[in-house]
């Protein structure tokens, strides 16, 4: 049985819109846009959901999302 540490902080699971942009480009080399995710969020390709207002993002979908976007275009 594994245990826990306390002080370690949790993977983190979701984005919000600012950190989306830096992942992307930190993780794919991919920049992109704020009027880009808004325009991928509004056709419902990039799932999301709101809390307090603000905009958030699955880590998981966002990864399916860019790599299901460079597919579609012939890349990696």
Do not use: C, H
Request: a positive charge; proline letters at 5%.
């Amino acid at each position: 049985m594994s245990t826990v540490d306390p002080l370690q902080k949790p993977k983190r699971q979701f984005l919000n819109l600012d950190s989306l942009v830096e992942f992307a480009v930190q993780v794919y080399d991919l920049p992109i846009s704020r009027i880009s995710i808004y325009r991928a969020v509004k056709s419902k390709s990039l799932p999301s959901f709101k809390v307090n207002g603000r905009l958030l993002f699955r880590i998981t979908d966002v990864e399916q999302w860019i790599e299901g976007a460079s597919e579609k275009k012939g890349g990696a």
